[in-house]
């Protein structure tokens, strides 16, 4: 091992014996919610950037609101995702936008698949990183969002 090498774990040991808080954690890290806006849309920018061509924009929120709805469920308590539905509304990526079934060979379908598991996974950890701003927030709009009856492609449980 190096000297940088040896300074760098030293220095990493030091720091994670330290005392932090989860509250002062959470003061350290906490944006302004414009900052939060705009993670959320430069994230939303790159995740249609990526799925365009292939996906419509119905197919683009869904998943989104799939990615959004496993991070909260991941980070906020009683929140969990009902597998069947998840599965139900990630099946919509076969069909066209006028919601009958595309024809795909197996490797358009392997592609489908793989890109839009990139823009949910995308999109959940850009949702995990906005909810560490101030988690509090982040726990209380879900709790919102699902008691506002208004959601589209839900998958959590009830």
């Known amino acids: 091992m190096t000297m940088r090498m040896t300074c760098f774990a030293?220095?990493?040991a030091a720091m994670m014996s330290l005392p932090v808080s989860a509250q002062t954690l959470r003061q350290r890290t906490a944006a302004?919610?414009?900052?939060?806006?705009n993670m959320d849309l430069a994230v939303t920018d790159a995740v249609r950037s990526i799925l365009s061509g292939q996906f419509d924009e119905g197919h683009i929120a869904m998943l989104q609101a799939l990615g959004h709805q496993q991070a909260v469920a991941a980070t906020c308590p009683g929140f969990s995702i009902d597998q069947q539905a998840f599965?139900?509304?990630f099946d919509l990526i076969?069909?066209?936008?006028?919601?009958?079934p595309r024809s795909l060979s197996s490797a358009q379908r392997t592609e489908l698949e793989r890109k839009a598991t990139l823009g949910i996974g995308m999109t959940f950890g850009a949702?995990?990183?906005i909810s560490a701003n101030d988690h509090v927030a982040f726990c209380r709009a879900a709790t919102q969002e699902r008691a506002g009856g208004k959601i589209a492609h839900l998958v959590w449980t009830k």
Do not use: H, I
């Open 10 to 12: 030293l220095a990493c």
């Open 87 to 89: 599965s139900n509304e």
């Open 94 to 100: 076969y069909d066209g936008a006028d919601g009958k």
């Open 127 to 129: 949702q995990v990183a």
């Open 32 to 37: 302004p919610p414009s900052s939060t806006v």
